[in-house]
DNA sequence: CTGTTAGCGCGTTCAT
DNA sequence: ATGAACGCGCTAACAG
């Protein structure tokens, strides 16, 4: 593999020159850059960013630290990620956590050897370590989805409460009553805020909250459909149906299938989260859909105003509106509100 | 941010002595290694390992360079690609094509002067240039997802052509004579293979090849609705439908069901890909389904290996089964085969 | 068991 | 317009 020097040799120049004429940078003949350009081209040389990177503390390289690529709304976040990355000559490292503190402290750890120039990060719990750590190695963070109590940062994340809200407010304009939440684990933000604007609804429309009915789990398929299972195994069953994000209403639509129920008929559901268009023949779901590729596209792009000016600190929380799209999985129950099934 | 050199000061000690404490190489004394980390964790020592790559010569990074990360397909390989690689202690860098020959040769030539000791490649053509590319500076690439005629590599794919054919198969059991295939772009195998699986299925049963009944066209929703269409406003319509991949089947359903019909009563359909269990509430179509996961893990684990030990050069050309999974998406027509519909 | 020297490949600084 | 010297942070090779 050639260095510099060996492009400097053949060309008969020295190596800054070989430097000056591959980034054009200061001053040089055209004739040297003809030499330097041949010699670079015959060896087939390939500048060491490494070597590059040590003296220039950069790497233009980001962290993006999830949960798991394989839900829908990551993969767009990820995608966004990449796409405003790439915009401006950066490369993205993914890395899944699968909720684990452990997994996230290895990846933050070794991230931080390799000199990333800035994390994305979906923290795993309120535990700030990983953000500490970073911080303390002057990279620049940007939290993603998730906010933590107390924590002075730049967060880029949906209006989970406001969107659960809605939902919930729909539902009971519809009639119904007795509505029960299954969300993810009771440790992450986003399912205390989505179940926090459950409670909201009820309270605002001066309906009792029943603590039998929320129910806590995982942002999983299994979690989705085992809870959903015991929700419908116990009488009386709830009228309608609050899923914490898409995996969990997919487990929770199985369970109701299984249970050889109908939705609407027997059952409404609404959900967090929509399926992109590319995943769904024929959208079924009511939901409040987040911007998975705009929470991806305006972290990044505040990551990386981060990095270009690493002294501002005022610290942004963007928090993104929900959209409440109205589908088919809701039935308006009788003596119930003023407003149709959509 | 404290180097070695301010550790090996505080400890009182050489440089080199930190780092065969912290790298526990070579000998020292009990009492070293404690001042030495008692240093190290005062400074929050974090090791450069920019530094170290380049006298060690590797990154312990990986590239993984596919067409769009959005497809279900693409992310259960990415997931598949990131855990495998974990496992060893490498991190992945993704990069999103979108088919486009002009990014991924940005790509190859970004990541090889970054040094990954490692290429994933789902080559866009059969334009050999990136993959020489990154020969020429010695490092390996294992290919994708599709193969390059005459191209001496490490390949990793699944059988389309033998898929295709089973599902063809499949449809002229249940008595479909007039089908039409709708693939991908004609220059990629995968899309190839795919319609030479359906050729030969049709040509050993005997029955004719229509190539008006060939369309080619992209991987996207969007393709799929738009030749869909198009086979469906000509009449006489076919009575079975080929989605050369999941996101082509999607648009070609959504087409169907703009168009007033029915699956399988007005028309037959099954696709190369099924969608992962989590996206799927009543799994429905009759596919050829792939492992992409498998795909992943086997390519990355190649890969490893080639990393381990260069110099091997028999190439491997692992080509994974499809799995015929028949569901719910075929009528037998009258005077049809033997086959019930599943 | 510990330290000195040197060099990985490049670009900044200063000189010519 | 070009080059020499030096250092980014780390570790192999070689003392001692």
């Known amino acids: 593999m050639a260095t510099i020097r060996d492009v400097a040799e053949r060309a008969g120049v020295a190596p800054i020159t070989v430097s000056r004429v591959l980034n054009n940078s200061g001053y040089f003949s055209e004739e040297t850059r003809r030499r330097v350009e041949k010699a670079a081209a015959e060896l087939q040389y390939v500048p060491n960013q490494l070597a590059r990177s040590l003296r220039s503390n950069r790497t233009d390289t980001l962290a993006l630290v999830l949960t798991d690529i394989t839900n829908p709304f990551w993969t767009t976040v990820a995608r966004a990620v990449e796409d405003t990355a790439a915009t401006q000559g950066f490369n993205v490292v993914l890395c899944n956590t699968d909720e684990q503190e452990e997994k996230q402290l290895q990846y933050v750890s070794v991230l931080l050897r390799k000199r990333v120039d800035g994390f994305l990060l979906v923290p795993v719990s309120h535990n700030v370590e990983p953000i500490t750590m970073i911080r303390q190695q002057g990279v620049p963070v940007v939290v993603l989805d998730r906010d933590m ?162 002294d501002s600190c005022d610290w942004q929380k963007i928090v993104l509106p929900t959209e409440l799209i109205v589908r088919r999985s809701c039935r308006a129950l009788e003596g119930g509100g003023d407003k149709g099934i959509g």
């Open 149 to 310: 109590p107390g924590l002075e940062a730049d967060v880029v994340r949906c209006a989970s409460e406001q969107g659960a809200h809605e939902l919930i407010s729909y539902l009971i304009g519809l009639g119904h009553r007795d509505i029960a939440v299954i969300s993810g684990p009771e440790t992450v933000s986003t399912a205390q805020e989505r179940v926090a604007g459950y409670r909201r609804a009820l309270t605002e429309q001066g309906l009792p909250v029943n603590p039998d009915r929320i129910l806590f789990g995982s942002y999983t398929v299994e979690s989705g459909y085992e809870l959903a299972r015991r929700v419908l195994q116990r009488p009386p069953r709830p009228t309608a149906l609050f899923a914490g994000n898409n995996f969990i209403a997919i487990g929770a639509l199985k369970a109701i299938r299984e249970a050889g129920l109908q939705v609407p008929q027997d059952i409404s559901v609404v959900s967090f989260d929509d399926l992109p268009p590319t995943l769904v023949v024929d959208p079924f779901l009511t939901v409040a859909a987040q911007s998975p590729y705009e929470l991806g596209r305006q972290a990044t792009e505040l990551l990386l105003r981060r990095i270009a000016e690493p």
